[in-house]
């Protein structure tokens, strides 16, 4: 496994030229080809010009009561996003800048970690800084050809004055884009935006999980990630601005908001969606219950893929491993009770074979499981109608990222890969899962 891994200097390649650029594909292109070619807001006409653009004669603005013209509705929400991304690009951009390669490594907060890790963090510092800045451009795109007005960036004061207190703030900021886009995400109107925003969702988990690791605490605090409002969020966006060149109408979407089209009738109920989602969580829960019954602490502690690792890390393997199974297992009862609480009926847990044989398989097979269900839960979540669950839904999807960034990290991966994380389909992820489930 660890011989296929990319080194630092790969990382740093494979930010700098696919990630940006896939980033502007997935949030400019494809976004794009579904926001302009109608959505519940009126139906578009979307032609595909020479040079691969894409212009459309109607679906991008809609009209309100007076007769006027205003952005499509996702704009305002685009917006918002787009402050925080500007937030945290000059974040990144601006501690990089200040702050020495040997400095981070030799940052305080780091001084109980081993090379190995302490190595890790300018180059992830520096591909979370490339995501960042690649949402900025990707989400100002879109909101030109939605027909909006980009909100500008403005000057800040982070307060940072040593590598340990940027390492903090960082935390704080992944932490609070993490909240912000759960917040946020019911409002969307487009799916396309709505799969977008969530693949950026979930990579802002897993820069929390790792920032959240790096300054010595729990990757994935809760359960399920909570969400905060759009005032709270700006609130504490607020705290770091000095000088705003913005107009704050450029966030006001205003009484006439249009239905998300994810409450249109595709022939997929909540239910549906629920024990989609049970399926998977049964599965992760069986896994982590099983290995954990099959694997000492020290033979997790002790597990070759994790030797370069020092106690430090180590030491937290199995009670974070713990910490993970006890989460698939309160996902599967919330959602088993949610599910009987919609007049359906759960899914059962089935049998498995995950295949693993020693300690690192068991590592290994883990990180592939929650990147799945980073994805599967992104891809489902445009067929979901009821909000509450939408809202629980989003919740659990940015844990699974927290869960997948922390399993990565074990497996001397890169806890975020991508600057947009893909969503994969049904039918694509239950025959994943559908590998390890056997026969009685």
Same mark, same amino acid.
């Given at each position: 496994m660890r011989d296929s891994d990319p080194t630092p200097t790969d990382r740093r390649a494979l930010s700098s030229r696919r990630t940006v650029l896939g980033t502007i594909a997935s949030i400019g292109g494809v976004a794009l080809a579904?926001?302009? %070619? #109608?959505?519940?807001?009126?139906? @578009? +006409?979307? !032609? *595909? =010009? &020479? /040079? %691969? #653009?894409?212009?459309?004669?109607? @679906? +991008?603005? !809609? *009209? =309100? &009561? /007076? %007769?006027?013209?205003?952005?499509?509705?996702?704009?305002?929400?685009?917006?918002?996003a787009l402050t925080l991304e500007?937030?945290?690009?000059?974040?990144?951009?601006?501690?990089?800048?200040?702050?020495?390669?040997?400095?981070?490594?030799?940052?305080?907060?780091?001084?109980?970690?081993?090379?190995?890790?302490?190595?890790?963090?300018?180059?992830?510092?520096?591909?979370?800084?490339?995501?960042?800045?690649?949402?900025?451009?990707?989400?100002?795109?879109?909101?030109?050809?939605?027909g909006g007005t980009p909100v500008e960036e403005a000057e800040y004061n982070f307060g940072y004055e040593t590598?340990?207190?940027?390492?903090?703030?960082?935390?704080?900021?992944?932490?609070?884009?993490?909240?912000?886009?759960?917040?946020?995400a019911p409002s969307i109107v487009n799916n396309d935006v709505l799969t977008a925003a969530l693949g950026i969702h979930s990579v802002e988990a897993r820069h929390a999980s790792f920032l959240n690791l790096v300054n010595s605490e729990d990757p994935f605090p809760k359960a399920v990630d909570e969400a905060k409002s759009m005032e709270e969020v700006i609130?504490?966006?607020?705290?770091?601005?000095?000088?705003?060149?913005?107009?704050?109408?450029?966030?006001?979407?205003?009484?006439?908001?249009?239905?998300?089209?994810?409450?249109?009738d595709d022939g997929t109920s909540d239910v549906d969606i629920l024990n989609y989602a049970l399926t998977l969580e049964h599965l992760e829960a069986v896994f982590y219950r099983e290995g954990l019954e099959t694997f000492s602490a020290d033979e997790l502690r002790n597990a070759s893929v994790l030797s370069d690792y020092d106690d430090e890390l180590r030491m937290t393997v199995p009670d974070r491993l713990a910490a993970i199974g006890e989460h698939e297992a309160a996902h599967?009862?919330?959602?088993?009770?949610?599910?009987?609480?919609?007049?359906?009926?759960?899914?059962?847990?089935?049998?498995?074979?995950?295949?693993?044989?020693?300690?690192?398989?068991?590592?290994?097979?883990?990180?592939?499981?929650?990147?799945?269900?980073?994805?599967?839960?992104?891809?489902?979540?445009?067929s979901v109608s009821n909000d509450d669950v939408f809202a629980a839904a989003a919740g659990i999807h940015s844990v699974e990222a927290r869960h997948a960034s922390f399993l990565n990290e074990l497996n001397v991966a890169n806890p975020f890969p991508e600057a947009v994380d893909q969503p994969k389909g049904m039918e694509e992820v239950v025959e994943i899962a559908g590998q390890f489930i056997v026969e009685e």
């Open positions: 579904g926001c302009m %070619g #109608g959505s519940s807001g009126g139906e @578009g +006409t979307t !032609t *595909t =010009t &020479e /040079d %691969g #653009g894409m212009t459309t004669t109607d @679906g +991008t603005m !809609t *009209t =309100t &009561e /007076d %007769g006027s013209m205003d952005a499509n509705p996702d704009v305002a929400i685009l917006n918002y500007h937030l945290e690009n000059a974040f990144y951009r601006d501690g990089l800048d200040t702050f020495a390669d040997d400095e981070l490594v030799q940052a305080d907060a780091l001084s109980n970690f081993s090379e190995t890790l302490r190595m890790q963090v300018p180059d992830y510092l520096k591909a979370t800084g490339e995501h960042e800045a690649a949402h900025v451009s990707a989400i100002a795109d879109t909101i030109e050809k939605l590598p340990s207190e940027f390492l903090a703030v960082g935390k704080a900021l992944e932490n609070t884009g993490v909240a912000a886009y759960a917040g946020a609130e504490i966006a607020g705290g770091f601005i000095t000088e705003n060149p913005n107009d704050s109408s450029a966030l006001a979407r205003g009484d006439s908001m249009e239905t998300p089209m994810r409450k249109e599967v009862t919330a959602i088993a009770d949610t599910i009987e609480k919609l007049g359906g009926t759960p899914v059962e847990e089935a049998n498995y074979d995950f295949g693993y044989e020693t300690p690192s398989e068991f590592l290994a097979v883990g990180k592939a499981l929650e990147n799945t269900g980073v994805a599967a839960y992104a891809g489902a979540a445009t």
